[in-house]
């Protein structure tokens, strides 16, 4: 497809249970962000890749959350052990070029709830 | 650390009136500034982006937003609302001199436009 694909666009969980949310960029696109979104809330900044490494983690909340993007396209954000704090919207962008100097495109999330 | 606050939670605007969304900025020198909509069930879409030069940006939609450093504002106008524009709207900011960092979101102004 043409724009980011984010899947499942919805997952309802239980607490303690284990999740991945998958995000396919823009083809050619190197850089790709998560987002958290809550209800009433802007987007929050969790991790950014360009390429294969994480380029700035720093706002991924706690060590149960980790993202890979082993070969610089397909994401997957990891979450362990979820609590019901978790629950949210799960955002993820891509760019062409590295964060803040161009457009990113946002895919339309991944519902999470966890019971 | 820059930060960006967007003063209205929500705001009703007539069809065809003006609207002015308001967002104020946080940060030592002038960041990179961008306005991003978020219509139901869609991801979010750039609308506008300043870096510099002219302090007036005209974005799609119709849309344009005017940079004033002496108010550390950036807010966002339209001279005559459609029905369509009802949605949610987020002003991001990064620091110029953090091209690798993520946008930062502010928590977003939910436009309802009224017949």
Same mark, same amino acid.
């Given at each position: 497809?043409? !724009?980011?694909?984010?899947?499942? *666009?919805?997952?309802?969980?239980?607490?303690?249970?284990?999740?991945?949310?998958? @995000?396919?960029?823009?083809? !050619?696109?190197?850089?790709?962000?998560?987002?958290?979104?809550?209800? !009433?809330?802007?987007?929050?900044?969790?991790?950014?890749?360009?390429?294969? !490494?994480?380029?700035?983690?720093?706002?991924?909340?706690?060590?149960?959350?980790?993202?890979? +993007?082993?070969?610089?396209?397909?994401?997957?954000?990891?979450?362990?052990?979820?609590?019901?704090?978790? *629950?949210?919207?799960?955002? @993820?962008?891509? *760019?062409?070029?590295?964060?803040?100097?161009?457009?990113?495109?946002?895919?339309?999330? *991944? +519902?999470?709830?966890?019971? | 650390?820059?930060?960006?606050?967007?003063?209205?939670?929500?705001?009703?605007?007539?069809? &065809?009136? %003006?609207?002015?969304?308001?967002?104020?900025?946080?940060? &030592? /020198?002038?960041?990179?500034?961008?306005?991003?909509?978020? %219509?139901? &069930?869609? &991801?979010?879409?750039?609308?506008?982006?300043?870096?510099?030069?002219?302090?007036?940006?005209?974005?799609?939609?119709?849309?344009?937003?005017? #940079?004033?450093?002496?108010?550390?504002? #950036?807010?966002?106008?339209?001279?005559?609302?459609?029905?369509?524009? /009802? /949605?949610?709207?987020?002003?991001?900011?990064?620091?110029?001199?953090?091209?690798?960092? /993520?946008?930062?979101?502010?928590?977003?102004?939910?436009?309802?436009?009224?017949?």
């Amino acid at each position: 497809g043409a !724009g980011v694909s984010q899947t499942p *666009s919805n997952k309802v969980t239980e607490k303690g249970k284990y999740v991945e949310l998958r @995000c396919d960029p823009i083809s !050619g696109h190197t850089a790709l962000y998560w987002y958290r979104q809550s209800l !009433g809330q802007g987007p929050e900044f969790l991790i950014y890749f360009q390429g294969t !490494g994480a380029a700035d983690d720093s706002g991924l909340p706690n060590d149960r959350f980790f993202a890979v +993007r082993p070969e610089g396209s397909v994401s997957t954000l990891k979450i362990q052990r979820t609590e019901r704090g978790d *629950s949210a919207v799960y955002l @993820c962008a891509s *760019s062409l070029a590295r964060a803040g100097t161009g457009e990113l495109f946002f895919g339309e999330g *991944s +519902r999470l709830t966890v019971l | 650390a820059q930060s960006v606050t967007q003063p209205d939670i929500h705001i009703t605007v007539s069809e &065809g009136a %003006s609207l002015e969304l308001r967002c104020n900025y946080s940060y &030592g /020198a002038t960041p990179y500034l961008f306005w991003y909509v978020q %219509s139901p &069930g869609q &991801g979010l879409q750039l609308l506008l982006k300043y870096f510099s030069g002219d302090t007036l940006v005209q974005g799609i939609k119709g849309f344009e937003a005017e #940079f004033k450093r002496s108010q550390s504002s #950036f807010n966002l106008r339209k001279p005559s609302v459609h029905w369509s524009d /009802a /949605a949610e709207y987020f002003c991001a900011v990064v620091g110029p001199n953090q091209a690798g960092t /993520a946008l930062i979101f502010g928590k977003g102004t939910t436009l309802s436009v009224s017949s």
